[in-house]
């Protein structure tokens, strides 16, 4: 019906009357409601609404009307279109509706499946055991002291009261450096970290120093040549046993649980005096029918690390006043702490770097 | 310590019915620790009883040996009263000797279960003892044959063998050597023990006074050896046997027993604590001097071992030479022996310091220089000898000659002043004065005055120097169990060092990474660095050597973490652990050949100067930081292909913990060992070199067991901390929109990327905002020995929307200086 008006009648165009323009609207309705998807909905679309629709096509020969009738056609064709075009837009959200609930269908996954494409890594046991001690006292005001493990023989014997014929000497089978005549050792104790501490700082001192020691224990289950120590130093007007107790009940508290204190029977070190030996009550079996505990082998008590007061001469030796300050100072084995709080029977696995090992512990503990 | 019940109690007593288990929780709780609670019989369960020897028949067999086929009367012990018909294979015995006999049901140590069973044509039932079977020693020399009046048949022979004795094993702190003793451990006893009493000190007896006719004694160092006393016994039954309750006794206690001589010599030293030396009298010649050695002397021990005597050495002489080491051990040409029948006893006090340092020396641990380098009793030397005297006369049915050589007095004890409030004061607890005082008498101490107590500590104390000692001997006695748990009040404190924080933010980002945390230890062999393949003039071959490494293979302090971490990666792949990502963190020992450190004085604080030069006396000890990397790094799966470990990923490492204390690191090519030649990244933080990473040579991997591939780095942790940023300043956004540029630059393949960048970066100028390397190729399109880099730039003003032609305009300097200063050429 395209080009020029051929069959003029200016006031009959077919394509214009009213039963027409319904036929085509009809016709178009039908289609749209025949679309089963949004591509047969754009043909529709091109066919029923488009530019070479019949409907524009119609629309294009109103101006052929006389212009009394114009009116009406511009009417009916309107009308037709805005129907046309409503239910194209509802055909439209349906079908988009119905496209995207088909797409996510088919996206569905197996959420079971593996996800892990890097192992995790770890922190060793013992670097978290040391961290979770030093928190506990930092948690208390205390501070972290830290010294070289390579030390001068004065600081890790003669300022701690252990003399060069001191027997208690033999007790620690020291590595000792070349040239011997340099007196460098590795350290057997923490406790040269002490002596630092009083030469360094001013009382009151509060601190803890974990860190590696060494001695020439040949290695097996029980005995490491390098093992992990925690020493504790309080130097204050007016500190007392009472006052060294109370910290090590409550370490062992925080440590192994409410309720589990210590137990002091006398020993001996050289820096401390008196001294004691600190049993912590079993946390597993907490003393009562101790009998098949394996954790403290029925004894209800496991012994767990030395302590006392610390001997003037120690003060002396680092500077302190020991007409006005008395200390407390006490030790413990990290790594045996943390077999016995974590059932461990053989400490080699601490040192042998097996990373299923270490892996276990993830980075707290 | 090993201590007999039985023998503790002949010296106290205990109220009745107190359990063994009693008295070792108390001493336990006053400074005796109980190790063990030891039986012999503990392992013998069943009748264990007296038998009489009947009729035994011997019956050769066709293997050559001879049995005996015994018939036996236990009594009623059997339930028959019927003689048991038991099989012997032992000869030294006859019918009517009584016999240890172990019938059906028992069992001996080891588990050894005891039947009626069929052996050499008889039903034997049970078994007739040996000492070994009963775990009494290991005499094989034939069966247990008792004396004639032991007792009757069908009795318990527990407690005729002593098999029911129960030892005490105590751990003896070196400030209570007097409980190295019986006599000791008495005391103790009474002390600790509610209720105990009547304590006996076997060294109250009666001496007799000393005279002229002893066997002469010159002691030459009088410090050395403050006191000696000789004695002699002459004939003397070299084969008379040690009597049974001594050769328990000191078995239980630990020791061997020898010959009567020389038992009765153990044997009063267990008692007394006060080691005695037996000389066979008629092998010493003349006059016995006690002096120091002299240079070049030299001695052959008792344990057959020839030694060179120092200057600080105490040796006891006669007209021969030197015959022994003076409370130490004895000589040779003197030794007692299965000939000899006169005994010359010497009971010395030795100075405890000479004692040490000998043994120290002369690498001899022995049960008397134990107790004398500990310190014992100097006051108990002329009773100890009579004691032996008195043993060998009555065991051995020799003559004690009168003459009695004392040398010297005894040293006395220092009176020290003790505040008479001081236990209460280091306590915590109220001790009164008049309780410190009671607690001091009651461990021997003689305690005068009042407010300030002047107290001379007991001779067998020689522990007890200063004030603060006494405290303890009064606290230990209230009772540790009783100090109160009070907690003190700690100023605020600054929590951790800002270095500390860092280290744990170091390993937890490497862990957050994949790694694992691994810890060896620092010790290092030649071998180990010669596998990681270091030149000889690598400063890493410069260590500290230690005098007494446990193994010759590694007797160095590590430089380095390398060795270490790397035979660890290699024990993970050796478990099957193809993929392993570890680190380790922990100081590495570098010699500064400073020192020596000196051994400063005690009786005051070091001045600042001496306590510097100690610091500067000991070699440097950063903390480094090394990682190593093997298998996939990625895992391949469902979501594709598994990537390798690469090079990169050892670099990435140290980023990651660089990044982490706000650190930007640069890499440049570098050859070291133990890395790959082409593949080692030197690692530097703002120009200061921190470390290396990057791909480990192929012979360093199969020298440590691992695959090809292996990435490993090692950085010094402290320089990075040292740099870390500490106040990280906020950043502002420009709002304004971003143009985006790409290039490909061309440039010869040994050009750094690093370089390439940083003169893009310069050229580009103020707009640039960020520049990134996104691809990176060879091939024919590039050409022989070439490389294309691309990069996407992006540019931004901070305060206005960029004009047209602006960016392009700086990628185009960018490119220009790229140019210049690498040769690159911008691809078409
Ligand atoms: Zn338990």
Same mark, same amino acid.
């Given at each position: =019906?395209?080009?020029?008006?051929?069959?003029?009648?200016?006031?009959?165009?077919?394509?214009?009357?009213?039963?027409?323009?319904?036929?085509?609207?009809?016709?178009?309705?039908?289609?749209?409601?025949?679309?089963?998807?949004?591509?047969?909905?754009?043909?529709?679309?091109?066919?029923?609404?488009?530019?070479?629709?019949?409907?524009?096509?119609?629309?294009?020969?109103?101006?052929?009307?006389?212009?009394?009738?114009?009116?009406?056609?511009?009417?009916?064709?309107?009308?037709?279109?805005?129907?046309?075009?409503?239910?194209?837009?509802?055909?439209?959200?349906?079908?988009?509706?119905?496209?995207?609930?088909?797409?996510?269908?088919?996206?569905?996954?197996?959420?079971?499946?593996?996800?892990?494409?890097?192992?995790?890594?770890?922190?060793?046991?013992?670097?978290?055991?040391?961290?979770?001690?030093?928190?506990?006292?930092?948690?208390?005001?205390?501070?972290?002291?830290?010294?070289?493990?390579?030390?001068?023989?004065?600081?890790?014997?003669?300022?701690?009261?252990?003399?060069?014929?001191?027997?208690?000497?033999?007790?620690?089978?020291?590595?000792?450096?070349?040239?011997?005549?340099?007196?460098?050792?590795?350290?057997?104790?923490?406790?040269?970290?002490?002596?630092?501490?009083?030469?360094?700082?001013?009382?009151? @001192?509060?601190?803890?120093?974990?860190?590696?020691?060494?001695?020439?224990?040949?290695?097996?289950?029980?005995?490491?040549?390098?093992?992990?120590?925690?020493?504790?130093?309080?130097?204050?007007?007016?500190?007392?046993?009472?006052?060294?107790?109370?910290?090590?009940?409550?370490?062992?508290?925080?440590?192994?649980?409410?309720?589990?204190?210590?137990?002091?029977?006398?020993?001996?070190?050289?820096?401390?005096?008196?001294?004691?030996?600190?049993?912590?009550?079993?946390?597993?079996?907490?003393?009562?029918?101790?009998?098949?505990?394996?954790?403290?082998?029925?004894?209800?008590?496991?012994?767990?690390?030395?302590?006392?007061?610390?001997?003037?001469?120690?003060?002396?030796?680092?500077?302190?006043?020991?007409?006005?300050?008395?200390?407390?100072?006490?030790?413990?084995?990290?790594?045996?702490?943390? =077999?016995?709080?974590?059932?461990?029977?053989?400490?080699?696995?601490?040192?042998?770097?097996?990373?299923?090992?270490?892996?276990?512990?993830?980075?707290?503990? | 310590?090993?201590?007999?019940?039985?023998?503790?109690?002949?010296?106290?007593?205990?109220?009745?019915?107190?359990?063994?288990?009693?008295?070792?929780?108390?001493?336990?709780?006053?400074?005796?620790?109980?190790?063990?609670?030891?039986?012999?019989?503990?392992?013998?369960?069943?009748?264990?009883?007296?038998?009489?020897? &009947?009729?035994? /028949?011997?019956?050769?067999?066709?293997?050559?040996?001879?049995?005996?086929?015994?018939?036996?009367?236990?009594?009623?012990?059997?339930?028959?009263?019927?003689?048991?018909?038991?099989?012997?294979?032992?000869?030294?015995?006859?019918?009517?000797?009584?016999?240890?006999?172990?019938?059906?049901?028992?069992?001996?140590?080891?588990?050894?279960?005891?039947?009626?069973?069929?052996?050499?044509?008889?039903?034997?039932?049970?078994?007739?003892?040996?000492?070994?079977?009963?775990?009494?020693?290991?005499?094989?020399?034939?069966?247990?044959?008792?004396?004639?009046?032991?007792?009757?048949?069908?009795?318990?022979?527990?407690?005729?063998?002593?098999?029911?004795?129960?030892? @005490?094993?105590?751990?003896?702190?070196?400030?209570?050597?007097?409980?190295?003793?019986?006599?000791?451990?008495?005391?103790?006893?009474?002390?600790?023990?509610?209720?105990?009493?009547?304590?006996?000190?076997?060294?109250?007896?009666?001496?007799?006074?000393?005279?002229?006719?002893?066997?002469?004694?010159?002691?030459?160092?009088?410090?050395?050896?403050?006191?000696?006393?000789?004695?002699?016994?002459?004939?003397?039954?070299?084969?008379?046997?040690?009597?049974?309750?001594?050769?328990?006794?000191?078995?239980?206690?630990?020791?061997?027993?020898?010959?009567?001589?020389?038992?009765?010599?153990?044997?009063?030293?267990? /008692?007394?604590?006060?080691?005695?030396?037996?000389?066979?009298?008629?092998?010493?010649?003349?006059?016995?001097?006690?002096?120091?050695?002299?240079?070049?002397?030299?001695?052959?021990?008792?344990?057959?071992?020839?030694?060179?005597?120092?200057?600080?050495?105490?040796?006891?002489?006669?007209?021969?030479? @030197?015959?022994?080491?003076?409370?130490?051990?004895?000589?040779?040409?003197?030794?007692?022996?299965?000939?000899?029948?006169?005994?010359?006893?010497?009971?010395?006090?030795?100075?405890?310091?000479?004692?040490?340092?000998?043994?120290?020396?002369?690498?001899?641990?022995?049960?008397?220089?134990?107790?004398?380098?500990?310190?014992?009793?100097?006051?108990?030397?002329?009773?100890?000898?009579?004691?032996?005297?008195?043993?060998?006369?009555?065991?051995?049915?020799?003559?004690?000659?009168?003459? !009695?050589?004392?040398?010297?007095?005894?040293?006395?004890?220092?009176?020290?002043?003790?505040?008479?409030?001081?236990?209460?004061?280091?306590?915590?607890?109220?001790?009164?004065?008049?309780?410190?005082?009671?607690?001091?008498?009651?461990?021997?101490?003689?305690?005068?005055?009042?407010?300030?107590?002047?107290?001379?500590?007991?001779?067998?104390?020689?522990?007890?120097?200063?004030?603060?000692?006494?405290?303890?001997?009064?606290?230990?006695?209230?009772?540790?169990?009783?100090?109160?748990?009070?907690?003190?009040?700690?100023?605020?404190?600054?929590?951790?060092?800002?270095?500390?924080?860092?280290?744990?933010?170091?390993?937890?980002?490497?862990?957050?990474?994949?790694?694992?945390?691994?810890?060896?230890?620092?010790?290092?062999?030649?071998?180990? &660095?010669?596998?990681?393949?270091?030149?000889?003039?690598?400063?890493?071959?410069?260590?500290?050597?230690?005098?007494?490494?446990?193994?010759?293979?590694?007797?160095?302090?590590?430089?380095?973490?390398?060795?270490?971490?790397?035979?660890?990666?290699?024990?993970?792949?050796?478990?099957?652990?193809?993929?392993?990502?570890?680190?380790?963190?922990?100081? !590495?020992?570098?010699?500064?050949?400073?020192?020596?450190?000196?051994?400063?004085?005690?009786?005051?604080?070091?001045?600042?100067?001496?306590?510097?030069?100690?610091?500067?006396?000991?070699?440097?000890?950063?903390?480094?930081?090394?990682?190593?990397?093997?298998?996939?790094?990625?895992?391949?799966?469902?979501?594709?292909?598994?990537?390798?470990?690469?090079?990169?990923?050892?670099?990435?490492?140290?980023?990651?913990?660089?990044?982490?204390?706000?650190?930007?690191?640069?890499?440049?090519?570098?050859?070291?060992?133990?890395?790959?030649?082409?593949?080692?990244?030197?690692?530097?933080?703002?120009?200061?070199?921190?470390?290396?990473?990057?791909?480990?040579?192929?012979?360093?991997?199969?020298?440590?067991?691992?695959?090809?591939?292996?990435?490993?780095?090692? !950085?010094?942790?402290?320089?990075?901390?040292?740099?870390?940023?500490?106040?990280?300043?906020?950043?502002?956004?420009?709002?304004?929109?971003?143009?985006?540029?790409?290039?490909?630059?061309?440039?010869?393949?040994?050009?750094?990327?690093?370089?390439?960048?940083?003169?893009?970066?310069?050229?580009?100028?103020?707009?640039?905002?960020?520049?990134?390397?996104?691809?990176?190729?060879?091939?024919?399109?590039?050409?022989?020995?070439?490389?294309?880099?691309?990069?996407?730039?992006?540019?931004?003003?901070?305060?206005?929307?960029?004009?047209?032609?602006?960016?392009?305009?700086?990628?185009?300097?960018?490119?220009?200086?790229?140019?210049?200063?690498?040769?690159?050429?911008?691809?078409?």
């Amino acid at each position: =019906m395209s080009g020029p008006n051929t069959d003029y009648d200016p006031v009959e165009v077919t394509p214009l009357k009213a039963d027409q323009v319904e036929a085509m609207r009809e016709a178009a309705l039908a289609a749209i409601a025949a679309a089963p998807d949004l591509d047969a909905l754009k043909q529709v679309r091109i066919d029923h609404a488009g530019d070479r629709s019949p409907i524009a096509l119609a629309n294009r020969e109103i101006g052929a009307l006389p212009p009394q009738a114009r009116k009406d056609a511009g009417q009916r064709i309107g009308q037709a279109r805005g129907a046309i075009n409503q239910a194209l837009a509802a055909r439209q959200v349906v079908l988009e509706a119905e496209h995207e609930e088909r797409m996510l269908a088919e996206e569905t996954v197996d959420v079971s499946l593996p996800t892990t494409r890097r192992r995790p890594g770890g922190r060793h046991p013992i670097t978290l055991q040391s961290e979770l001690i030093a928190d506990l006292f930092v948690a208390m005001g205390y501070e972290v002291a830290e010294g070289p493990v390579v030390e001068a023989e004065w600081l890790n014997f003669d300022a701690l009261n252990l003399g060069p014929d001191h027997p208690a000497r033999t007790m620690q089978d020291t590595f000792w450096t070349e040239p011997a005549d340099h007196h460098v050792v590795l350290r057997t104790q923490t406790s040269p970290v002490q002596a630092r501490t009083m030469l360094t700082r001013k009382p009151p @001192i509060y601190v803890v120093c974990p860190g590696r020691v060494f001695r020439t224990d040949e290695y097996d289950a029980t005995h490491s040549p390098m093992f992990h120590q925690v020493e504790g130093l309080v130097v204050d007007e007016g500190i007392t046993m009472a006052h060294l107790k109370g910290t090590l009940d409550h370490f062992a508290s925080q440590l192994f649980g409410d309720g589990i204190t210590t137990r002091f029977r006398p020993s001996y070190f050289p820096f401390t005096e008196p001294s004691a030996e600190v049993d912590v009550k079993c946390f597993v079996c907490r003393g009562v029918e101790s009998d098949a505990c394996r954790t403290c082998r029925g004894e209800g008590w496991i012994e767990w690390g030395g302590c006392g007061v610390v001997n003037p001469r120690v003060l002396v030796a680092c500077g302190v006043d020991p007409e006005v300050y008395s200390g407390f100072a006490f030790g413990m084995g990290i790594d045996r702490s943390f =077999m016995f709080r974590h059932n461990l029977e053989d400490l080699r696995p601490l040192f042998e770097g097996d990373v299923r090992f270490s892996s276990a512990f993830g980075t707290e503990i | 310590m090993k201590a007999p019940l039985s023998w503790i109690l002949d010296h106290v007593d205990v109220p009745a019915g107190t359990t063994t288990e009693e008295i070792t929780d108390r001493l336990t709780l006053t400074g005796l620790k109980l190790e063990a609670i030891e039986s012999p019989g503990r392992d013998i369960t069943g009748p264990l009883v007296v038998g009489r020897v &009947l009729t035994m /028949e011997p019956e050769p067999q066709k293997n050559g040996k001879t049995i005996n086929w015994c018939t036996v009367d236990v009594g009623d012990a059997n339930g028959t009263g019927e003689p048991q018909g038991i099989v012997c294979g032992a000869h030294n015995f006859e019918p009517g000797d009584l016999v240890v006999t172990v019938l059906p049901g028992g069992v001996l140590p080891g588990g050894f279960a005891i039947g009626a069973r069929k052996t050499y044509g008889h039903l034997s039932a049970g078994m007739i003892c040996s000492a070994a079977e009963l775990g009494l020693g290991d005499d094989h020399d034939g069966i247990i044959v008792l004396p004639a009046d032991a007792g009757a048949p069908g009795e318990d022979v527990r407690p005729l063998l002593g098999l029911d004795e129960e030892t @005490i094993e105590f751990e003896i702190n070196p400030d209570r050597a007097y409980a190295l003793s019986i006599r000791g451990i008495a005391r103790e006893v009474l002390v600790s023990v509610e209720g105990a009493s009547s304590f006996r000190d076997p060294v109250l007896r009666d001496t007799p006074p000393a005279d002229d006719a002893g066997h002469p004694v010159v002691v030459e160092d009088a410090e050395g050896c403050p006191v000696f006393v000789a004695r002699r016994v002459s004939g003397f039954d070299p084969t008379a046997p040690t009597p049974d309750f001594m050769v328990r006794r000191i078995t239980a206690a630990g020791m061997r027993p020898i010959s009567l001589a020389v038992d009765v010599t153990n044997y009063v030293m267990l /008692e007394t604590g006060r080691p005695i030396h037996g000389y066979d009298a008629d092998k010493v010649r003349g006059a016995i001097v006690v002096r120091r050695a002299r240079d070049g002397e030299r001695l052959k021990t008792l344990d057959g071992t020839e030694r060179s005597l120092d200057p600080g050495d105490l040796v006891v002489t006669d007209d021969s030479g @030197i015959i022994g080491l003076g409370g130490v051990m004895g000589g040779e040409t003197t030794e007692i022996s299965d000939s000899t029948t006169s005994v010359l006893v010497e009971a010395a006090h030795w100075d405890a310091v000479s004692m040490f340092r000998t043994g120290r020396r002369h690498r001899i641990t022995s049960e008397a220089g134990k107790r004398n380098e500990r310190g014992v009793d100097p006051t108990v030397c002329e009773a100890a000898a009579d004691r032996v005297v008195e043993l060998l006369v009555e065991h051995g049915g020799g003559q004690a000659d009168p003459g !009695v050589t004392v040398v010297g007095t005894a040293p006395t004890m220092p009176v020290i002043e003790v505040p008479g409030d001081l236990a209460a004061r280091v306590s915590g607890m109220s001790i009164t004065e008049e309780q410190s005082i009671a607690c001091l008498r009651a461990v021997g101490c003689d305690v005068a005055g009042s407010a300030t107590l002047a107290v001379t500590p007991p001779p067998w104390r020689p522990d007890l120097t200063d004030a603060q000692d006494f405290s303890e001997e009064v606290i230990r006695l209230v009772g540790y169990d009783k100090v109160p748990s009070v907690l003190p009040t700690p100023p605020s404190g600054r929590g951790l060092t800002r270095s500390q924080q860092l280290r744990r933010r170091a390993g937890r980002t490497l862990a957050g990474e994949g790694f694992v945390e691994v810890v060896n230890f620092p010790f290092v062999g030649v071998a180990d &660095l010669d596998a990681l393949g270091l030149t000889a003039d690598d400063p890493r071959r410069d260590l500290l050597q230690l005098s007494n490494p446990l193994s010759a293979e590694a007797g160095f302090m590590t430089s380095t973490l390398l060795p270490g971490i790397l035979r660890a990666a290699g024990r993970n792949v050796g478990h099957g652990t193809t993929d392993v990502a570890i680190f380790e963190t922990g100081t !590495v020992t570098l010699p500064r050949h400073s020192g020596p450190a000196a051994i400063l004085p005690v009786d005051r604080r070091p001045t600042e100067e001496e306590f510097a030069a100690l610091d500067a006396a000991l070699p440097a000890q950063p903390l480094h930081l090394a990682v190593v990397a093997v298998g996939d790094a990625v895992a391949g799966g469902w979501w594709g292909e598994p990537r390798p470990v690469v090079w990169s990923d050892a670099v990435e490492a140290v980023r990651s913990v660089a990044a982490a204390l706000g650190l930007e690191v640069t890499a440049s090519s570098v050859e070291l060992a133990p890395w790959h030649p082409g593949r080692c990244a030197e690692l530097s933080v703002e120009g200061e070199v921190i470390g290396h990473a990057g791909e480990v040579h192929p012979t360093v991997c199969k020298a440590f067991g691992l695959p090809k591939r292996t990435v490993a780095a090692e !950085v010094d942790l402290d320089l990075l901390i040292a740099r870390s940023v500490h106040l990280r300043q906020a950043p502002s956004f420009s709002s304004y929109p971003v143009a985006k540029e790409d290039v490909a630059l061309v440039v010869d393949a040994s050009v750094p990327a690093a370089d390439v960048e940083s003169a893009l970066r310069e050229g580009a100028g103020e707009l640039l905002e960020s520049i990134r390397l996104f691809d990176v190729f060879t091939g024919d399109q590039v050409g022989e020995g070439k490389k294309s880099l691309a990069y996407a730039l992006r540019f931004r003003a901070p305060d206005r929307t960029l004009k047209e032609g602006e960016a392009a305009a700086a990628r185009d300097a960018a490119v220009a200086l790229a140019a210049e200063r690498t040769g690159a050429v911008q691809r078409a």
